[in-house]
């Protein structure tokens, strides 16, 4: 069986399995390695730790002589970053003198998989079957382990069978159990179950820890009555014990059957199998965390009777349990216990009493308070107060907590502030760091910055220490203030008091720099995160270069990821992205390119992302054919493009007249079972209708709706739009209508398209009626619209056609149509103003003759429906003289 190239189903997987004393382990005991051996390994820890790493330096090259396996295993188990560990473990490879073996191969599957690193550990896999290392039974059970504990199931299944297959290891039972133990979290009964008969028939003993993991994978599944049967068989063979019972029981309260749950731990004390200490605090632990709290202090009880004495952190989980349920009495009842037994309670125990009891009333923290008071000595008298403190916290009166705090350094309480009538009555005892850390915290959670700026202050006047965790909250809430120079201060400040910043000091200046788009002081910081070994977060140096594209600084952009790169970092391909999408939006299409060519050069592999936006600029630029080219490449590159790269790829073909080759692409989406999306089916439909091919578009229009795709307003008028452009406006308003039934409002062009589409089939009526509800739904087109002169035409044909000039005087009359100019002809208006000369006499009815004449002319030519000659028009409203005047209507002349 081959090692499979990806994941399948991962899980995590535990590793709680005891290793057999009889059986080999996966490493030798390094604690007897020679000195010197351990001291080339500190020095390649050194070397491979400090920034920037260099493969040539020439220490590194003397050191490469000294490489044995015990010195690679040394190095490995004593890195810190898994990074840099597994550079090392690449680095080591590349020396000819050096092979590794079976003990630096688990080395560094130990590393990967407690960085859940799946894919380094699965080349890592492959590697050490390819290089056919010979192992112990114990040493691949390690690896598996490794592979199971990061839900590599399939991986852990593969490597035993290849490792056979190859003759690199003979299986025994201990390798077996192993990888039941991997499997048995991933509730993969066929598995578990095949490979247990597969043991049996090479005649492997089961034992323990072979039905251990049998009962988990049971229990994991829900197989309840498997897990039973497994349990059963165990216990009948004299197994069980209580890290057995446990699984069991623990999965009753998964289920919910905590009442089962405590009955089978019942029905075991009566078998005489007894829990150790360990598992009554898991199933304690488990029973609140179900919130049954009772059935926890019933075991609780038992695990005293059974002589064991619970230490505090089982005191916090009940006390938090019974808090949680606001069963104070219970709690105070646990907590004089506890008193009794001489354990001490800690901050954890204090705060969920004070907090719950507080969520009571003044009378109920009261009653606690002197419960507790007198029976502690000052320093815990301090942690009541802290305990008091944080509670007015979180509970969001941090003023309350000023005043207290006020208080405790000596200034007093005023009488006006409501403070807890028990802490007026007591001496007040001075606050240490925590004090002051709390109140602080809580005002920057609060954006109170400069009052805990304030209190910061007074806290080192105070006494109080400043620690490293403090100043850094305080740097990240005047970063996130954009005040720049005093988080530069801070950070001075912080130094000089002993402190090294950490990676997240840096990174909140860093931020700051990169949100107010300060390139060169950006690269500053990141020159001494270098000084540091810190690295910039990728969240910010992304921001910069995003938001410096977004104002038109690209090539600013693509400098600042050239500086980044310079000083030692590569930054993510997502910035490189931006840049990519900022070039291309500024018409740089080969500039972009350039930097995607350089992307690849420095070791990344563009994404999907990447591609899609080079292939969105080159169609822009209509360079199809490279946009095709690329696309090409993404598959010869192992990339799946995304129904967005399809999407693209298409509309470009489509806007370069190339639908034949647009639908192609359609095909091969089918063929790949990528479904199309809208967008899709809208873009080519657009294009097969500007193609002038309407027959097409309805079956692909029709096949969108089979595939059980809904058609988006966007899609609809596109589609009704298209028709109309081909002719077809008696199948584009059964569509029309369709939309308006989904409640789907169409923009205005669409009516105008169909209004047009209509006169040009000579369909009068069927363009009024478009027309008509356009008005109604006030959907005419601006002034500054295109589609404004269409619809002057428009209404000025239907003025002139028998069967709908009477409807648009109609509506003229009834102002429902506005200020579309009817005609600009300026022949008209001079013979206008020559006409109304002729009518300037010193006679009253002459002059309002003209009035009329000029009114009506007005009034009529905004509505765009009088065609007769001007001088015809006066002549008629003249010679008519106060007839016309009254048929008008005397408000329409005003």
């Known amino acids: 069986m081959a090692l499979p190239g990806t994941i399948k189903n991962p899980q995590n997987l535990c590793n709680s399995l005891k290793p057999i004393c009889k059986h080999l382990l996966f490493a030798r005991n390094i604690s007897n390695i020679p000195s010197d051996e351990s001291t080339v390994a500190n020095d390649l820890i050194s070397i491979f730790t400090k920034q920037p790493f260099s493969p040539e330096n020439p220490e590194l090259q003397s050191l490469a002589g000294m490489l044995n396996t015990g010195v690679v295993e040394t190095a490995l188990k004593g890195f810190r970053s898994w990074k840099a560990a597994h550079k090392f473990f690449i680095w080591a ?392 120079e005093e988080s530069y201060k801070l950070l001075r400040q912080m130094e000089e008091s002993g402190f090294e910043p950490t990676q997240f000091s840096h990174n909140c200046i860093f931020g700051c720099l990169c949100r107010k788009k300060d390139v060169s002081g950006a690269i500053d910081m990141i020159k001494k995160m270098r000084v540091y070994g810190h690295e910039p977060w990728i969240k910010h140096s992304t921001l910069l270069v995003k938001e410096l594209c977004k104002n038109g600084k690209t090539l600013e952009a693509c400098k600042f990821l050239a500086d980044m790169v310079q000083e030692g970092f590569r930054p993510d391909i997502i910035a490189y992205s931006a840049c990519l999408d900022g070039l291309v939006k500024n018409g740089e299409i080969d500039a972009a390119f350039k930097l995607f060519q350089d992307i690849s050069a420095l070791g990344f592999c563009p994404d999907v992302l990447a591609h899609n936006i080079m292939i969105k600029g080159l169609c822009k630029a209509q360079r199809i054919a490279e946009a095709r080219h690329l696309f090409n490449e993404m598959e010869t590159k192992g990339l799946v493009p995304s129904v967005i790269t399809y999407n693209l790829l298409i509309d470009g073909f489509c806007k370069n007249g190339q639908i034949d080759e647009a639908m192609l692409y359609l095909s091969s989406m089918f063929g790949k079972e990528k479904e199309p999306n809208v967008i899709t089916y809208t873009t080519l439909i657009n294009g097969l209708c500007n193609a002038g091919r309407p027959d097409d578009a309805i079956l692909l229009w029709d096949k969108m709706v089979e595939k059980k795709c809904d058609p988006s307003r966007v899609a609809f008028m596109a589609f009704i739009h298209g028709l109309c452009k081909c002719g077809r406006p008696n199948s584009a308003l059964v569509h029309f209508h369709e939309m308006e039934k989904r409640k789907m409002e169409p923009d205005s062009f669409v009516y105008v398209a169909l209004v047009s589409a209509f006169l040009a089939d000579l369909n009068f009526v069927s363009a009024y009626e478009i027309l008509k509800e356009m008005v109604d739904k006030e959907k005419l087109p601006d002034p500054h619209d295109k589609n404004y002169t269409i619809v002057r035409v428009a209404v000025s044909k239907l003025s002139e056609n028998a069967q709908t000039s009477s409807s648009i005087t109609s509506l003229i009359r009834q102002g429902s149509l506005p200020t579309i100019l009817y005609s600009d002809n300026r022949d008209d208006i001079t013979s206008f103003r020559i006409k109304l000369e002729s009518f300037h006499t010193p006679g009253l009815a002459d002059a309002g003759c003209a009035a009329v004449a000029l009114l009506y002319f007005l009034r009529q030519s905004f509505f765009g429906t009088v065609r007769r000659p001007v001088r015809i028009l006066c002549q008629e409203i003249c010679s008519g003289g106060s007839k016309v005047e009254l048929k008008m209507g005397r408000q329409q002349l005003e």
Not at 247 to 267: N, R, Y
Request: proline residues 2%; charged residues 25%; aromatic residues 8%.
């Open 93 to 484: 490879s590349n020396q000819w003198a050096f092979r590794h073996n079976v003990y630096t191969y688990n080395a560094m599957a130990s590393v990967l998989s407690r960085a859940r690193q799946n894919a380094p550990l699965r080349a890592l896999t492959a590697e050490v079957v390819n290089s056919r290392c010979s192992m112990s039974p114990g040493a691949l059970g390690f690896l598996v382990r490794c592979l199971g504990s990061v839900g590599m199931v399939d991986e852990a299944n593969a490597l035993f069978d290849e490792v056979r297959k190859k003759g690199l290891c003979v299986h025994n039972d201990y390798s077996y159990n192993c990888l039941l133990e991997a499997v048995s979290r991933s509730g993969r009964v066929d598995l578990v179950e095949m490979r247990l008969k597969e043991m049996r028939d090479q005649g492997w003993e089961y034992d323990k820890y072979t039905l251990t993991p049998v009962l988990k994978v049971y229990c994991n599944a829900g197989r309840f009555d498997k897990a039973l049967d497994a349990f059963n068989e165990i216990f009948d063979r004299g197994w069980a014990d209580a890290h057995v019972l446990s699984v069991l029981v623990l999965s009753f309260c998964k289920w919910g059957e905590v009442d089962k749950a405590f009955e089978l731990v019942e029905t075991m004390e009566d078998r005489d199998v007894r829990l150790n200490e360990k598992t009554f605090c898991v199933l304690i632990h488990g029973f609140v965390k179900e919130s049954r709290v009772d059935k926890a202090l019933q075991l609780f009880h038992k695990m005293q009777q059974s002589g064991f004495v619970p230490d505090v952190s089982l005191y916090d989980v009940l006390i938090g349990g019974l808090c949680m349920n606001k069963e104070h009495e219970k709690a105070l009842c646990l907590y004089s216990e506890m008193k009794n037994l001489k354990v001490k309670p800690d901050i954890g125990v204090i705060s969920k009493l004070i907090s719950s009891f507080s969520e009571g009333g003044e009378g109920e923290l009261t009653r606690l308070l002197e419960e507790i008071y007198d029976d502690i000595g000052v320093e815990d008298k301090v942690l009541v107060y802290n305990s008091f403190l944080n509670s007015l916290v979180n509970t969001g009166s941090i003023g309350k907590a000023c005043q207290l705090l006020s208080a405790m350094m000596g200034i007093g309480l005023d009488e006006d502030v409501e403070i807890n009538k028990f802490f007026r009555d007591k001496e007040m005892v001075a606050p240490n760091a925590n004090s002051f850390t709390t109140v602080i915290n809580g005002l920057l959670k609060a954006n109170k910055l400069d009052l805990a700026l304030s209190l910061f202050v007074e806290m080192a006047q105070f006494g109080c220490k400043q620690e490293l965790q403090l100043y850094n909250n305080i740097i990240d809430g005047l970063c996130n203030s954009n005040r720049l």
